[in-house]
C-alpha cells in the first residue's frame, strides 16, 4: 500500500506563482508513475502534469509552459511548480501515483491518489 500527503495549496493573486508537492510512503517499491491531477467545479478531473519512468512529462495544453513538474525517486516525492497563474486554474488538485507489481507472467498496477488541496486563483 502507498500513502500520499500532499501539501497545502492555498489562495494567490493572478500572475503570482505557487508550489505543490506530495510525498509517498508505506510500501513505496516500483512506482513507476507520479503526477497531478485537478477538478474544477462542475467538470471532470483532468491530468495536469505527469511523470513516468523511462519517459518524458507529461503536460496538460492549458498548463504547458507554466508549470513544471519533478520528480525525486529517491526522496518518493513529486513537486509541481506552477507559474503565472490565472483564475483558470482555480481546482482541487490531487497527486497521484501508479504502482506496477510484476507477479509470474502477471503485471498489476494500482493507482493512488492524495486527498486533495484547493488552489484558488483570484484577484
Known amino acids: 500500500q502507498v500513502q500520499l500527503m500532499e501539501s497545502w495549496g492555498g489562495l494567490v493573486q493572478p500572475g503570482g506563482s505557487l508550489r505543490l508537492s506530495c510525498a509517498a510512503s508505506?510500501?513505496?517499491?516500483?512506482?513507476?508513475?507520479m503526477g497531478w491531477y485537478r477538478q474544477a467545479p462542475g467538470k471532470e478531473r483532468e491530468l495536469v502534469a505527469g511523470t513516468r519512468s523511462g519517459s518524458s512529462a507529461t503536460y496538460a495544453n492549458s498548463v504547458k509552459g507554466r508549470f513544471t513538474i519533478s520528480r525525486d525517486n529517491a526522496k518518493n516525492t513529486v513537486t509541481l511548480q506552477m507559474n503565472s497563474l490565472i483564475p483558470e486554474d482555480t481546482a482541487v488538485y490531487y497527486c497521484?501515483?501508479?504502482?506496477?507489481?510484476?507477479?509470474?507472467?502477471?503485471?498489476?498496477?494500482?493507482?493512488?491518489w492524495g486527498q486533495g488541496t484547493q488552489v484558488t486563483v483570484s484577484s
Open positions: 508505506g510500501s513505496i517499491g516500483s512506482i513507476n508513475a
Open positions: 497521484q501515483a501508479d504502482q506496477t507489481l510484476q507477479l509470474g507472467p502477471i503485471s498489476r498496477t494500482s493507482r493512488y
